[in-house]
């Protein structure tokens, strides 16, 4: 079955008792059984719902993956990625990380004698220096969040294989449209649901995808007893989003690469990231593991001014400033005060997220009304 058709149709079937061609919301906390512990399948909703279970199946179809689990929101389910380790562990991951990770990592585990190594890792090789006895994680985000790093996941899935170390990809800002890392030897995908998967900015969830058994007993133990689940209306309306994914992906692609080629061009825009030029770090690898490059990309304009960076987000009416991504509407923000604010000063301008760094989530409006948007804004 192509993508295409499992977005529309995997994990769902029509209703048994009337044919609703929709999974319904099934909005119950608890389930009557038959005598004590003879149920069917159904006791508690924290840890079974039907409309959770649809959605499940259809990501793990999505991934090509045989589980999914679904979380209340995308930091829930790295939470629980980390909870399989233990005190003494360490985890090598990118420098250039989403905020709400690098807090999670840095002021919750931590704590707990878990230790994060933040290195480079768009060269792979440079990974195996701070493997040690303690590594069991390598945590990847690719495209990185906000300059686009590319790192190559097969090479990180060998790296991971040789040494008995578990792999997981933050897949967010590519969707698996764009690219399947359990395909290239992963072990967990990981999604913030929120964004391109739901894709109408409504809902606020996290998914993690895996192939192997003993992980997903695992991640569900945990995720079980924290209890840390989506209900089953927000179930429904990423099932519903979904259902678009693939359309909605064409376009954001389709406009992501006009907007990043204007960028480049316009007289006032300094550094332009984005993976689909083809002298950016790693195209090739990029070329080779996502299916098209897609709609996120970060800027600064020439004076590397705050200010002045501050000033044109602020002048964007297509463009709403907003944190978050993904959706059909189109966003800038301004990661060094919005999503990646909790990273420090020196941390964050070694791998280019100046004061000045604006990031965009390119929608799927009309892409003339965007560059128009885009041309006023800069000045």
């Known amino acids: 079955m192509k993508f295409g058709t499992k977005a529309i149709h995997a994990g769902q079937e029509p209703d048994p008792t009337n044919g609703a061609i929709m999974t319904p919301i099934y909005q119950t906390s608890t389930y009557v059984q038959d005598s004590p512990g003879n149920h069917k399948g159904y006791a508690y909703a924290r840890g079974k719902n039907p409309t959770r279970d649809a959605l499940q199946k ?35 991951t990118t420098n250039d990380l989403y905020g709400g990770s690098y807090r999670m990592f840095t002021k919750v585990f931590a704590k707990f004698g878990i230790k994060f190594h933040f290195i480079n890792m768009t060269d792979a090789s440079n990974i195996k220096q701070y493997i040690n006895a303690n590594t069991k994680m390598l945590w990847v985000e690719t495209p990185t969040n906000p ?93 519903r989003g979904i259902k678009t994914l693939h359309i909605r992906m064409e376009r954001h692609c389709y406009n992501g690469k006009i907007v990043a080629e204007f960028l480049r061009n316009h007289p006032k825009v300094d550094k332009v990231y984005w993976p689909g030029f083809t002298d950016s770090p790693n195209y090739e690898i990029a070329k080779k593991q996502m299916r098209d490059f897609g709609g996120m990309m970060s800027f600064t304009l020439k004076g590397d001014s705050m200010e002045e960076a501050f000033a044109m987000a602020s002048r964007t009416k297509v463009f709403s400033l907003a944190e978050s991504l993904g959706g059909v509407e189109s966003l800038i923000g301004h990661p060094a005060s919005m999503t990646h604010a909790s990273i420090p000063k020196e941390e964050r301008l070694k791998v280019g997220v100046t004061d000045s760094l604006l990031r965009l989530s390119v929608g799927i409006e009309d892409i003339e009304d965007l560059i128009d948007d885009l041309k006023q804004a800069i000045g």
């Open 58 to 92: 259809c990501l793990a179809a999505l991934e090509n993956a045989q589980q999914c689990l679904c979380f209340s929101s995308g930091m829930g389910a790295i939470d629980a990625v980390i909870k399989l380790l233990q005190p003494g562990d360490e985890v090598i």
């Open 147 to 239: 300059t686009c790093q590319i790192i190559d996941i097969s090479a990180c899935a060998n790296i991971a294989k040789e040494n008995n170390i578990l792999l997981a990809v933050d897949n967010t800002f590519a969707s698996p449209f764009l690219q399947n890392p359990l395909d290239m030897g992963a072990h967990i995908v990981m999604h913030s649901v929120t964004k391109y998967l739901g894709g109408h900015s409504d809902v606020i969830m996290g998914a993690l995808c895996v192939n192997d058994a003993s992980i997903y007993e695992q991640l569900s133990f945990i995720h079980n007893s924290c209890g840390a689940v989506p209900g089953p209306q927000d179930s429904f309306l990423v099932l």
